[in-house]
Structures are given as structure tokens and as C-alpha cells.
């Protein structure tokens, strides 16, 4: 296990590196100078040449780059070009939105797929499975901000059960839970969609192993095997799809923010692209990436903790 | 033929060729405005309405299709287009620095939210609908590479394969003339469902304009404009969004049913 994990560690320094370079070099290849191009063709010569001082620009590429890195890495996102304030500030202001939001999705998601999943595949081939399964391919093939302008036409213009958007802070946590319930939910009905398709096809994997007949000629109840073998043994798979789906809810959440106008990271992404700040773009990507990285570590992780045959694959 | 292949083949069909029919012909011309007529309910002269500057939605849709379908299916190309050739050289070589190399390459783009990456790509180098085919297409090249290998990997072990390596074929050669052929099948169906990702993606980067810019018309756009209307006129949101459901499902659709056709084993099974 131990050298399973060091061998994970390893490729997840080198992704994280190369992701670093990927995204500085993205920003590196504008045409022209960064500098004039954050602040458009209007700019004074010499407030551009107040911001290539600020940025570094005077420095050499390598120089910029490990300062940018080692400034990640202490938590200094460096400063927003248009907000004036510390990027670490923008985004911990705005995490409290993005965060809360994909982990309500999460929940939320997994609350409809499982029982969906399992009750599918329990009444394999009838009209439960197939009305269940139809839903899923709506689901799949609904787009998710659209489904979100649709929940707000209903719930929020129609019977005015929710706002339309805004978000009310966490001074009141039950009113910022009930301003993320629509986004929440426009974001985890496709997801949902999917995992509850997983969970079908990994229990019916399950229920045609021989531990199942074991299980069933001993004398358990249909009911009795499937709960107590069938379903644990089929959450394998379905806990790697939920690892994965948490960096579909995230970055997801980018465009359902916008449909809410919730102050979130997706916002923030906008307003500093429409801003031309490629300060802030660059360290929320970064951050983004950094966190959908880490958690498909963790999910490997968990995966081989659980499953020993993995380590020995890997 | 399955239910499926039925439905979602003829719901593709319509979509192509609405797309096609507006190359010679929509019922009204999308770039003229006429604002006393705005906003008009579905049923009317205009058959699915208008939107806020009084543009026949039924066009908007048809140019629209031609939007969705055009990005996509150049981002799935793109995809095809680098990520066969990578799975069936690192397939070839299996097991030497360069397998590693394409298959770490692989799971790095992979683990990168390919959202985040489309606007990071789009913030730089301008909203546009060639950047948003780059963006969408980068995202499939790991996805046929990681499938080409998977599948041409056994193929490798069988015995054909073996003799035609005694007749002295290359490598290379037997890459294209004998596994290449072998995969197609797979290839296809990925290629419909990776083609109804694109349509979402296209229309998810629209919807935050950083896909397809005016005057080209877009569904995602469309739905973008439709967001401040849909209270007073629900149909500028509806009509849209409906035409991603439908195309979305159909090729899914499209895909299941092409997969249990093409696969000669699953049908023998549902005998």
C-alpha cells in the first residue's frame, strides 16, 4: 500500500507540475506584451509599464515562473491587476459560494442516483428499470444551465417558492442553503443521471456472481442478498464516478453560477476575463485544477484502500 | 434493428438536415430585424415564434444546427484525428517509454476540468467558434487514444496478427491494415457519443459567450439572450433548449443503438 501511494504521490507531483507550466505558458504566449494586453489599446505608455513592473514582466521568464510558483504554494496569488486587492482575498471570499454549492450537488446527486440505481436493477427488464432508465437519458442529454433556467421559470417566477439568484451570505445559513437549492439541484440532475446508470450496471455486475447464488442458496431472501452482498460489493466503481464527479460539479458550478448570479469562483473567472485581469484567471484555473488533481488522488487512494487488487496492478 | 437506433437515427437525420436546408433555404433571413413583431408566440406566422429583436426562431434554430454540429463534429475529427494514431502506437510499442509517455500524457489532460481549461483557452485567444472547436477537441483526443489502445492491445495477441507479422509486415503497417479495421466498429460509436458531448459543450461555451460570436447563430447564445425574457416570453427559452435535448438524446440514442447493432455478439444474445 505504502509504495502504491508513493508511486500515486509521484505522478501527482508530476501532474501538478506540468499543469503549472501548462497554464503559465498559456498566458505566456499571448501575442504581444501581457501588459498592453490586459490593459487594452487605450492604455498610457506609462501605466503599462507600472503593471510589467508589477507583474514582473522586466524578469525573466524562469524568474516568473518559479516566483509564481513558490508564491502558490505560500498562498500568495499574487494582486489583482483590477480589484487592487489580494487575489488569495477574492478567492476566499468567493470559495464560500462555489464550495457549499458542489458539495450540495454531490449530496444531492448521490441521494437520487442510489436508490434510483439499486431499485433499477432490482426489477431488471421491467417497467420500473425501463422508466427509470429512460429518465437517466433525459438526463444525460438535458443541458445543465438550461434545465437551471427552467427551474427558475418554474419555482422561483411561477410559484415563487425560491429567488431567482443572488446569494444572502451565511450570516443565515438557512437562507443561503435555500438560495444554493436550485443551483444545487440543476447541477446534480445530470450527474445524478449518470451515477444512477453506473449504480445499475455494477449491481447487475454483482448479482451475477456466484457469491450471489452462495448468498441466495443458503437461503437468503432475494431482498437479504442484495442488500447484504450485492450493493456493497457494487459501490466500488460508483465511488470512483462520485471522486470524478465532484470536479464536473466544480467546474459545472462556473456556469450554473452564472445563470444564478451567485458571487462564486465562476464570477470571479468572468468578470477578471471581461477585465482582461489574467492575474486573477491564472490563479483560479491553477486553484481549480489544483483541487480536481488532489481529489482524484485521494479517490485512487481510498479505491486501492479498499480494493487490494489495484495495488498489486499498479 | 433496436427502438433505439430507430429514434435516435431519425432524430440525427432531422438535425443534419435542417442544418443542410439552411444553406439554401430558412423561412425568414435571421439577420433581419423586425422589432414591432417581437417576442411573437409559437404558432403563428412564425411557426416556433420570435425572439426580442422580432427574428423567426424556426431559422435561428436551423443556422444554430449548423453552428452545433459543425463545432462538434470538427472537435470530435480533432479528437479522432491525433487520438487513434497515439492509442495504436502506444498499443504497438505496449510497455516501452513511449506507451508510458502517451498514457501519462493521456491521464493529464484528463485530470484537467476541461470547462475550466475551454475558457482559460478562450480567455487568451479571443470567444470564438474555431477556439471553442480547439478547446472541445483537445479534450477528445485522450479519450480515442486511451479507447484505441484498450481495444488494440488483444487484438495484438491473436493469431492473425501473428501471422502477418511472419509475412514481414511492419509494425505500422499492421496497425493499419489489420487493427485499425478491427476497431472501427468501437471507434463509431465513441464518435457519436464523444459528437453529442460536443453539441453540450458548444453549447455550454455559447451560453457564456465565449463560443460562437454574432452574427453566427447559436443555441447556446439563443438561450443566453432567452435568460432575461423567459418570464415574459417562455418560448425564447424553451424552443432552444429543447433542440440540445433532442439532438443530445437522439445521437446518444443513435450511439446505444449503433453499439448493440455493430457488435454481432450482443445481438446473438437478445436472440
Redesign the interface.
Same mark, same amino acid.
Not at chain 1, 140 to 143: L, R
Given at each position: 500500500m505504502i509504495r502504491y501511494a508513493l508511486g500515486r504521490l509521484t505522478?501527482l507531483i508530476?501532474?501538478l507540475f506540468?499543469?503549472s507550466l501548462v %497554464?503559465f505558458a498559456? =498566458?505566456e504566449?499571448?501575442p504581444g506584451d501581457p501588459a498592453a494586453f490586459m490593459l487594452g489599446v487605450n492604455a498610457q505608455p506609462d501605466t503599462i509599464a507600472a503593471l510589467r513592473a508589477e507583474m514582473g514582466l522586466d524578469q525573466s521568464v524562469i524568474t516568473r515562473y518559479f516566483g509564481w510558483v513558490t508564491g502558490l504554494l505560500q498562498g500568495d496569488f499574487g494582486q489583482s491587476w483590477t480589484y487592487k486587492t489580494p487575489v488569495a482575498e477574492l478567492i476566499s471570499d468567493r470559495i464560500w459560494v462555489s464550495l457549499p454549492l458542489a458539495i450540495y450537488a454531490l449530496i444531492l446527486s448521490t441521494l437520487i442516483a442510489f436508490p434510483a440505481g439499486i431499485f433499477a436493477a432490482s426489477r431488471r427488464g421491467g417497467p420500473g428499470d425501463v422508466t427509470i432508465m429512460g429518465a437517466t437519458? /433525459?438526463g444525460?442529454? *438535458?443541458?445543465n444551465?438550461?434545465f437551471a433556467? %427552467?427551474l427558475? /421559470?418554474i419555482f422561483a %417566477?411561477n410559484l415563487r417558492w425560491f429567488s431567482a439568484g443572488g446569494f444572502p451570505g451565511w450570516d443565515n445559513p438557512l437562507q443561503a442553503l435555500k438560495s444554493l437549492t436550485l443551483p444545487a439541484i440543476a447541477l446534480a440532475l445530470p450527474q445524478a443521471a449518470i451515477l444512477a446508470r453506473v449504480m445499475r450496471s455494477s449491481l447487475l455486475d454483482m448479482l451475477g456472481e456466484d457469491f450471489i447464488r452462495t448468498a441466495r442458496a443458503k437461503g437468503l431472501t432475494r431482498r437479504q442478498a442484495l442488500w447484504r452482498h450485492a450493493v456493497r460489493n457494487a459501490l466500488i466503481p460508483v465511488l470512483t464516478i462520485i471522486g470524478l464527479q465532484f470536479?464536473?460539479l466544480?467546474?459545472?458550478g *462556473?456556469?450554473i453560477e452564472?445563470?444564478f448570479f451567485l458571487p462564486g469562483l465562476g464570477r470571479l *473567472?468572468?468578470q477578471s =476575463?471581461s477585465a482582461r485581469d489574467?492575474i486573477v484567471?491564472e490563479s483560479v484555473?491553477m486553484l481549480?485544477?489544483f483541487t480536481? %488533481?488532489i481529489v482524484?488522488f485521494a479517490v485512487d487512494l481510498a479505491y486501492a484502500a479498499v480494493d487490494p487488487r489495484l495495488r498489486a496492478k499498479a | 434493428m433496436s427502438r433505439n437506433l430507430i429514434i435516435g437515427a431519425g432524430l440525427s437525420v432531422l438535425f443534419i438536415c435542417l442544418a443542410a436546408l439552411s444553406f439554401i433555404w430558412t423561412p425568414y433571413d435571421i439577420e433581419a430585424l423586425d422589432i414591432p413583431n417581437k417576442l411573437q408566440a409559437p404558432g403563428g406566422a412564425n411557426l416556433l415564434g420570435t425572439d426580442h429583436f422580432g427574428r423567426d426562431i424556426l431559422s435561428m434554430i436551423m443556422m444554430g444546427a449548423r453552428t452545433s454540429i459543425a463545432v462538434a463534429l470538427v472537435a470530435v475529427g480533432i479528437g479522432m484525428a491525433l487520438g487513434i494514431p497515439l492509442g495504436l502506437l502506444a498499443a504497438a510499442r505496449h510497455g516501452s517509454l513511449l506507451d508510458e509517455l502517451i498514457m501519462r500524457g493521456n491521464d493529464l489532460v484528463f485530470a484537467f476540468p476541461s470547462l475550466v481549461i475551454a475558457i482559460l483557452i478562450t480567455a487568451v485567444f479571443g470567444a470564438s467558434a474555431v477556439n471553442a472547436i480547439i478547446a472541445i477537441g483537445i479534450f477528445n483526443v485522450p479519450v480515442f487514444a486511451r479507447l484505441t489502445r484498450g481495444a488494440a492491445l488483444p487484438l495484438w495477441e491473436r493469431d492473425f496478427i501473428l501471422a502477418a507479422r511472419v509475412c514481414g509486415k511492419s509494425a505500422a503497417r499492421i496497425s493499419v491494415e489489420h487493427i485499425l479495421p478491427n476497431i472501427t466498429n468501437l471507434m463509431i460509436v465513441q464518435g457519436t457519443i464523444q459528437f453529442s458531448l460536443g453539441i453540450l459543450a458548444e453549447a455550454a461555451l455559447s451560453y457564456i459567450g465565449l463560443g460562437a460570436q454574432p452574427p453566427t447563430a447559436s443555441w447556446g447564445r439563443m438561450l443566453a439572450d432567452a435568460q432575461t425574457l423567459v418570464s415574459i416570453a417562455p418560448h425564447t427559452a424553451l424552443v432552444p433548449g429543447f433542440a440540445i435535448l433532442l439532438m443530445v438524446l437522439g445521437l446518444n440514442l443513435l450511439g446505444d443503438g449503433l453499439r448493440d447493432w455493430l457488435d454481432p455478439r450482443i445481438r446473438v444474445a437478445r436472440v
Open positions: 505522478s508530476i501532474s506540468v499543469a %497554464i498559456v =498566458i504566449v499571448i437519458q /433525459l444525460v442529454a *438535458i443541458p444551465f438550461w433556467m %427552467i427558475v /421559470l %417566477i470536479s464536473f466544480l467546474a459545472g *462556473i456556469i452564472q445563470v *473567472i468572468f =476575463i489574467l484567471v484555473v481549480l485544477v480536481v %488533481i482524484n | -
